[in-house]
Each structure stands twice: as C-alpha cells, then as structure tokens.
C-alpha cells in the first residue's frame, strides 16, 4: 500500500465509521423506547420538527448547531455525539491497527460492542436480538474462515471461546446466587461473554473477562474518588465492562 495514499484510507474510514455511528446513536435511542430504527424520519426529540440533510452530517452538524435543534434550542444529546465519535475512531483504529483483510472484521466487531456497551451503561440493557447478532457474525466469520483454510479449526476454536465465555460467568452467576441467595449478574452478561467467545476463541475470551474486571475495579475506584457511596448492592454495567475488554483484545490477537 502506498504510503500517499494511507491518509485517505484513514479520513474516508473515519468517516465511513461516523456514519455508522449516526446510525448508532439513532439505535441507542430509539431502542429502549421500542421505536424502529430502520423506518421512520429523524426528527427532534424536543418538537418533533422533521430534520433536513445538512442537520444529518455526523459530528458537524452537532458542532455547528452547539447541541441546540435549530428550532426549538432543545439540546441534542451528547450521547448521538459519542456514538459518531466512537465509530469513526473504531473504523480508524481498525485500519490503523489490523491487517487489509481483518480490519473490516475488526470494525464490524467494534461496532457492534459500542452499542451494546453504551445500552448497558445507559439502561443496564443488552437486548438478545443484538446479542444474537454478534453471536452470528462471529459463528458466520469462523465457518467462512474454515472454508477457506479447509480447516474446522476456526470453527471448533470459535464453538471453544463460546462455551468458555458462557461457562465462566454462569458458573460465577450461579455461586453468588448460591451463597448470597439473590441474583448478582444480569442474564445477558453470559449471553454476552459466549458472544464475544466466538469472535476470539477460549484465551481472548479469558483475557476479555480478565480486562472487563479491571475495568470494572477502576470504575469502581472513579467512583469512590467523585464522592460516590459505593456498596455491594451498587450495579455496575458488566457489559459495558466486557465490550471494552473485548475489542482490544481482538486488535492485538485477531482471531485468536
């Protein structure tokens, strides 16, 4: 690839990736409300007034508009702004970080965790359809890399880091219920973590749930520096935790 023509590469995966982020944000919205995502004009959530194309470019025009709608002054959220921020930065990092024929894997990855990671930090919510869909591209990736190695490795290894990552956190759900006689974990936590599973194999899931309890420990920590009261009945986003662990580790082990 010639060096030239990396800068390109870069801006237009950048602003590939806002544009997914602006779909992003519209879901993380709409999602919890039990609104379409795919149907239906973007409006202002304040008036109601139908947005024109040039209030649509991502990033700009909530700059330009200082967070305001036009109409009414009502603020636009700061979280439509994260999820475009968010998803130009993972497709730049993806091309960055990963090889030609993985980036694209690596950006559909971090895509998909950006917006499970932001509903359970928003809503304490990690909806199964979109669970369901990382399960199944990452099951999808590992069948059409077995077919074109001609191996079942990928796809054993895959069927591996699912059983890993569900095993793991049912088990620990399953003793806290156990030995403190209530729930301690969300449902969609396991779910979530055998997901994850498939896309890096049994070590990277190990390292994701590894990295997600450190997250989780520095969250913690913030916490308690802010002057928050924390206590053993504090809920936590463990999924949140667990899509921050995960994609990482799929820039640095790919597969796995």
């Known amino acids: 690839m010639a060096y030239a023509s990396l800068p390109l590469i870069w801006s237009a995966s950048a602003m590939l990736g806002a544009i997914v982020g ?6 993380l919205a709409r999602l919890p409300e039990a609104r379409s995502v795919v149907t239906g004009r973007s409006a202002c959530d304040h008036c109601g007034r139908t947005l024109g194309p040039l209030e649509l470019v991502p990033v700009l025009s909530w700059l330009v508009q200082r967070g305001r709608c036009r109409t009414c002054g009502g603020a636009i959220g700061g979280w439509q702004l994260g999820c475009e921020l968010g998803g130009a930065a993972v497709a730049l990092v993806s091309v960055i970080a990963m090889p030609d024929r993985t980036a694209l894997a690596a950006m559909v990855l971090g895509w998909q965790l950006l917006l499970l990671a932001l509903l359970d930090l928003r809503h304490f919510w990690l909806p199964s359809p979109l669970v369901g869909t990382l399960a199944g591209s990452g099951g999808a990736l590992a069948l059409l890399r077995g077919a074109m190695e001609r ?7 895959a069927g591996a880091g699912a059983l890993a990552g569900f095993g793991m956190l049912w088990l620990i759900a399953a003793y ?9 974990m ?21 390292a994701t749930l590894l990295g997600g309890s450190v997250i989780g420990l520095l969250a913690t920590v913030a916490l308690l520096a802010g002057g928050r009261k924390v206590s053993r009945q504090t809920a936590l986003p463990l999924g949140t935790c667990l899509a921050a662990a995960g994609w990482p580790v799929f820039l640095f082990q790919g597969f796995g």
């Open 22 to 27: 602006s779909f992003l944000g519209a879901a």
């Open 151 to 157: 191996d079942s490795g990928p796809v054993l290894w």
């Open 176 to 184: 806290y219920r156990r030995v403190r006689g209530r729930e301690g």
């Open 186 to 206: 969300g449902g969609g936590d396991p779910l979530l973590l055998g997901a994850i599973g498939l896309w890096l194999g049994p070590v990277g899931t190990v």
